[in-house]
């Protein structure tokens, strides 16, 4: 069973940075796409960024920029390096392993091979 588990959320002042962590056990990252989505309460969830089996990176126009995906493979981690952080931000953070494409009013509603349990990060003065 995939299991994945994020990690390095936090509490940050508008302009900081803060890299999110997610270990997966059970799963080759070159074989699979993994993602990292966000939501806030009464919004939907949010794509935020993605990288392939074949290493191609995707990323919501909102944070071009400013976030980068990584993964390491020896470690079996996948990163999101968030740099210049917004209030608008805000939200709670989760990874998936092999998601559907599609929009979802819950991130765990939407299939994937799994989901990691969301690690909040909250951007404020």
């Known amino acids: 069973e995939v299991q994945l588990v994020e990690s390095g959320g936090g509490s940050v002042r508008p302009g900081g940075s803060l890299r999110l962590s997610c270990t997966a056990s059970?799963?080759?990252?070159?074989?699979?796409?993994m993602a990292w989505y966000r939501q806030t309460p009464g919004d939907e969830c949010d794509l935020v960024a993605s990288?392939?089996?074949?290493?191609?990176?995707y990323y919501d126009d909102s944070v071009k920029g400013r976030f980068t995906v990584s993964q390491d493979n020896a470690k079996n981690v996948m990163y999101l390096q968030m740099n210049g952080l917004k209030p608008e931000d805000t939200a709670v953070y989760y990874c998936?392993?092999?998601?559907?494409?599609?929009?979802?009013?819950?991130?765990?509603?939407?299939?994937?091979?799994?989901w990691g349990q969301g690690t909040q990060v909250t951007v404020s003065s």
């Open positions: 059970e799963i080759t990252f070159g074989d699979a796409n």
């Open positions: 990288m392939s089996g074949d290493g191609i990176e």
């Open positions: 998936a392993a092999d998601p559907s494409p599609g929009s979802a009013v819950d991130c765990l509603l939407l299939p994937a091979t799994s």
